[in-house]
């Protein structure tokens, strides 16, 4: 499923089946999970992806074939996930922030993914995956569940955590907080009761609309949805010295607001996407929380309908496209 032109629904196409190159491993397809990010791409609201493109970050595959150099067993489940390439070289790579490499390549943006029967990945940054999970439940962890554990990290030790937005990735934050003892308050769109319902199923203490302000100070909150009008109303709901993180690749304008939401040490920061440091921790963490996860799957030529059903908020959990 290929995008030809932001903007553009996916076409299914019929193509040859890709040849390993060096260091790559090519993989059968055995689910591919849908991020929101895929959608900021599909619309055009990410610079530069290269095109035509076949989107999908959250790839579980089965090795088939390896080029030279790569070293996975033939018939091992592994996964790929945003992060498909670094220089190693720059400043960001040297100092173990390889998330944000100056030459960075990301899977479904720059290098093919996996709405897709096969797909090839650079073997350095594939993942084994916890045994405990099948192919499509397992899927959602290799971007909501990276990019949401390393939100967590950046919102260091809050016992009362805020999380705004209550979807793939943060079903699976909230969980991995719960474990560790934090107090989980979700915030949804007003009045979407379902999402509540659905949050407190996944571990939530207190849920409640965006718009409305907790019935405790907050240590820290993460902000998932795309939408900047959330930001004042965050650093609102935050003690002094509290952080917010803004966890999506892609938010709306953040509207003025007032210094004093800021002062008292209030920060705010990004998390922008993962290492393969965060993705070595967070998959031998979650069989042990243990990560459950709510997916909706649907055949890979439905992934039009996967993506809109997204994009329209009608998704609980996370979407999993199935070849
Ligand atoms: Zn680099
Ligand atoms: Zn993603």
Redesign the pocket.
Known sequence: MRLHRPGERLIAELRDRPVPQPGQVLLRVRACGVCRTDLHVIDGELPDPRLPIVPGHEIVGEVVACGEGAHWPIGARIGVPWLGY?????R??TSGR?NL????RFTGYQLDGGYAEHAVADARYCFELPRELDDAHVAPLLCAGLIGYRSLRMAGEAGRLGIYGFGAAAHIVAQVARWRGQKVYAFTRPGDTAAQRFAAEFGAHWTGDSDHQPPEPLDAAIIFAPVGALVPLALQALRKGGVLVCGGIHMSDIPGLPYALLWGERVIRSVANLTRQDALEFLELAPRVPVQTHVETFPLAQANDALGRLRAGRLQGAAVLLP
């Open positions: 670094t220089c190693g070289r720059c960001y790579c390889e490499c100056d030459a960075a």
